[in-house]
DNA sequence: AAGTGGTCTAGACCACTGG
DNA sequence: CAGTGGTCTAGACCACTTA
């Protein structure tokens, strides 16, 4: 009795047969490693088309369960798909889901090599010039929501003059005019309290209670494009997402 | 001289019709929220079978481009794919990244009526009864990293013996006994000082900064299954997240 | 060289939407 | 009720892997 045979099930066949896929695989029939039938004794097996058989197959490699190569067949990778979550964004203005008009003002920029100290704060070991912004994130008439320093590698950095109103889409400007987008963001987020020039450029008090974000932007060959390390006094500030699961039917 | 027409061309049909779409959609011909010319349409348009428009369209509609409904058509939802990225975790353990062996500690465990105070903090509004467990997490012989306070709706919390030695993997067991899977959790991160009882518990000094974190667990029909409130000393305790890129091709 | 999955065709029936 | 997308069949050729 698999779903296969249930006649009473309305549930179109191609979904039917990834179910009983699925049933099996996870009793370890065709254990991990192993060999599922051929698409053609599939067909044999469960008197459908190839079509349905696909369209089964499909599903089960999309929940990640089975990889298929083309003349070498299909395998079994995993015995249940693990329920995960994502946490999705539009775009690397959404990393910090704060007010859109959140601007960035520029206290100050220089191109220069990076400083060995902030390369190792950031965890990274690279060498060359970058554009480093330092400024204040938040809306006009407001206190400032973050102190923040972006690093932009030399090459890649925007024209002094375009980068102020961009906001923090700068990833997005070298994407589309020098064609480099961004395939990797790595962040760490951590707690600490302000120090005295902190406080002071944020108008704060030293020794308050901060939520430090610090972000890496790679490219597809794992190369960095952008640093950046924000400090937000704990009350002005809260990071806050949302994870969805990944389940889908 | 469209993707459709090249000849030199190798990728396959159904790619390059895809690209075709893509290309047309991102001019805007059919705009955002206009209807798709119908399979048929296309089928006849560019001289290819509908299975060969179907893959076309399963590409265009997985990039979030168009979407599909039976007996209505096929309308553009969006000119471009934004570049977008998500963060994916395997399970409800990865959403705190620290060690795997970090374990809670229970100092005391009860079932009542959640705290009115608890559900303002926590940012919703419920009544019944929780299983209200508060510990330590950490691994052993090591200053915790962690004081963690979880709620789960009383009618899915696991019989007391249970729970102890799961780690945190509380909302698994719950999908899996009580088939009530997670389908969505919210978190958000903040900074915040320790409170006295934080510090004592934790072994560390009240006032020193700390990363408080909140989930809620909610399940496909919005209901929540769990919530939980949990204060990292700021030396011990760094979040970590890597978001990749969602682009395919 | 035989067999695999990937692509493609030309049909068909159905459930559902809309006028 | 006519037309849409969803499902399904029975073929076919191809690129690729494995032996």
Redesign the pocket.
């Known amino acids: 009795m698999t779903a296969m045979d249930d006649p009473g099930s309305n549930?179109?066949?191609?979904?039917?047969?990834a179910e009983t896929l699925r049933a099996r695989i996870a009793a370890g029939d065709p254990d991990v490693g192993e060999?599922?039938?051929?698409?053609?004794?599939?067909?044999e097996r469960y008197?459908?088309?190839?079509?349905?058989?696909?369209?089964?197959?499909?599903l089960l490699?999309e929940a990640g369960l089975i990889a298929?190569?083309?003349?070498?067949?299909?395998v079994v990778v995993a015995r249940e798909a693990r329920q995960s979550f994502a946490q999705r964004l539009g775009g690397v203005d959404d990393l910090m889901q704060y007010a859109r008009d959140a601007q960035l003002t520029a206290l100050s920029t220089e191109v220069r090599a990076l400083d060995p100290a902030v390369a190792r704060a950031m965890g990274v070991n690279v060498n060359g010039d970058y554009l480093h912004v330092h400024g204040l994130r938040g809306e006009p008439d407001r206190p400032a929501i973050a102190l923040t320093d972006v690093y932009i590698r030399a090459d890649l950095a925007p024209p002094v003059e375009t980068y102020v109103d961009m906001g923090g889409a700068i990833t997005e400007w070298i994407a589309r005019e020098k064609s480099v987008p961004t395939a990797r963001i790595e962040q760490t987020i951590s707690a600490g309290a302000l120090t005295e020039a902190e406080a002071e450029a944020l108008g704060a008090d030293a020794g308050e209670a901060a939520l430090r974000t610090r972000r890496r932007y790679f490219d597809k060959g794992g190369r960095i494009i952008a640093l950046s390390d924000s400090v937000h006094p704990a009350d002005r500030f809260t990071y806050e997402m949302v994870l969805k699961s990944e389940a889908e039917s």
């Open positions: 549930a179109p066949r191609y979904m039917a047969l060999q599922l039938p051929t698409e053609h004794a599939l067909c008197a459908v088309s190839r079509h349905t058989v696909r369209e089964a197959l499909r490699a298929r190569r083309r003349g070498a067949g299909t």
